[in-house]
């Protein structure tokens, strides 16, 4: 049997299996724990620690769910390859090593979401339901659209959150939100030349802008309230890219003037509208605005969405929206299409959706993050009081921070390292780099306790206080 040797501390406010979760977690990534290796049963490791076996299965069943070991049936628990775990996370920002916390580091990682209160135990025994004799065909090639179950669960779902409407026929399941913007623009790409953008976007975006050389992307000023309406209209786009519930990286929210008029343009100017709604679900100060797509009467908004921050981004299970117009497109080309969700998944997710478990999970966790989003401001202002400002509050999971003590963006990142905690460049996201904010940081609370939240704003305050003018 491998030999652990976990710190394991009963009076811990961590729990029993988040600490082995984290012991063993971090073994595997170090490649302590060589890939392929056959762990302990549940039985013997719970016995080898003297501790019950509830928390070794919950262990267990955690390191399942981030991918980290598969099982095999009567075989028992193996560690994944090594390339494997880096095939998660294909198309991301960021590796599989960058994303994986470090020991003692508080990382304020944008991407990050609340693990700890995933239901493991539910999503597991929903995805084994999935592996039997009646379900073989989940182990083929899955329809090019998506599993028809999960596409009608997410018409219901979007209805009911977001107010989009669309038949399941309108759906198609991507593999993460890259894929399916890259799928789109394919489609896209004969008849649009110019697709106008917000001038700072995600740099997985950037990364698809860059790969569709035929069409050009024009940058468009980001007001207060969202992109510039008036530079829209003297520009020559064909199509416009926005996230207007929670702008990324910004965080502001295109008010409802702004959304007519938006709609106004891409009717007058027989134009698309790309809506994506990473995040929408978490809104906290206020309700949210309805979706373009559901004010849209004249089929010009394609909506894009993901369950990265609703669930886990390791389920990558993304969606696209489409007018009919350009579903008929699909229908033409699908032939050049590939399927990169994982049917199993698509159908454990669809078990999921129909349960009254995920809609409970929604509401936890939109409770969940408020409250971790309350600490966070409230540790901010107690510590630095005037000196900052805050940028984007309100929903999503992050906020941007702007720091009046004379420090670049370069040395903000580097002292709060050296006091360990990891927060993050805001300049990358500029399509324009001669345009990007300074002095500013991107902040993620999501994966934070609110004892982390508050310990890392404290370092904060020691790295940034020392240089404050």
Excluded at 446 to 465: H, P, R, V
């Amino acid at each position: 049997m491998i030999q652990f040797m976990p710190k394991l501390e009963e009076r811990s406010k961590e729990p029993l299996y988040i600490q082995l979760y984290q012991y063993i977690r971090d073994e595997i990534v170090s490649g302590r724990i060589k890939e392929n290796s056959r762990l302990p049963s549940v039985r013997k490791l719970s016995a080898y620690l003297d501790i019950s076996r509830t928390p070794v299965a919950d262990c267990y069943e955690l390191l399942l769910a981030e991918g980290y070991i598969t099982s095999k049936p009567r075989s028992g628990f193996y560690v994944v390859p090594f390339k494997e775990l880096l095939t998660l996370t294909h198309k991301t920002e960021t590796t599989f090593i960058k994303n994986t916390p470090q020991n003692n580091i508080l990382d304020f990682h944008y991407d990050k979401v609340d693990l700890i209160h995933f239901p493991y135990k539910k999503w597991n025994k929903l995805n084994n339901s999935c592996l039997t004799p009646e379900n073989l065909q989940l182990l083929q090639y899955g329809d090019l659209q998506g599993e028809p179950g999960l596409r009608r669960e997410i018409a219901s779902y979007l209805h009911q959150m977001r107010g989009v409407r669309c038949t399941p026929d309108q759906i198609i399941i991507g593999a993460g939100t890259y894929h399916s913007l890259g799928l789109l623009f394919q489609l896209l790409k004969d008849e649009v030349t110019v697709v106008g953008t917000e001038e700072a976007v995600n740099v997985g975006v950037k990364d698809i802008f860059d790969q569709f050389s035929s069409i050009s992307f024009s940058p468009l000023t980001l007001e207060k309230d969202g992109i510039s309406i008036d530079e829209l209209y003297k520009s020559n786009a064909q199509a416009i890219y926005v996230t207007p519930s929670h702008q990324f990286p910004f965080g502001m929210t295109l008010p409802m003037e702004k959304r007519i008029k938006l709609l106004q343009w891409a009717q007058e100017h027989h134009a698309y509208i790309i809506e994506n709604d990473y995040d929408g679900e978490f809104r906290y100060s206020s309700r949210p605005l309805p979706s373009l797509q559901s004010l849209d009467k004249h089929e010009k908004v394609i909506y894009i969405g993901t369950f990265s921050r609703v669930l886990t981004p390791h389920i990558r299970i993304s969606y696209l929206v489409l007018p009919y117009p350009l579903m008929q497109q699909f229908q033409h080309k699908k032939h050049s299409y590939n399927q990169l969700s994982s049917p199993i998944l698509q159908m454990t997710l669809q078990l999921f959706m129909e349960s009254q478990d995920f809609a409970s999970h929604i509401r936890k966790m939109r409770s969940l993050y408020q409250k971790k989003y309350e600490v966070l401001l409230h540790s901010i202002k107690s510590t630095f009081g005037q000196n900052t400002e805050m940028i984007g509050q309100g929903s999503g999971l992050h906020i941007l921070l702007k720091i009046g003590n004379g420090m670049s963006e370069e040395q903000l990142i580097f002292t709060a390292k050296e006091e360990g905690v990891k927060v993050y460049p805001t300049s990358i996201y500029w399509l324009d780099s001669k345009k990007a904010m300074t002095s500013t940081v991107l902040m993620g609370f999501g994966g934070l306790s609110e004892e982390d939240l508050q310990a890392g704003i404290a370092k904060l305050g020691n790295a940034w206080g020392k240089h404050a003018r």
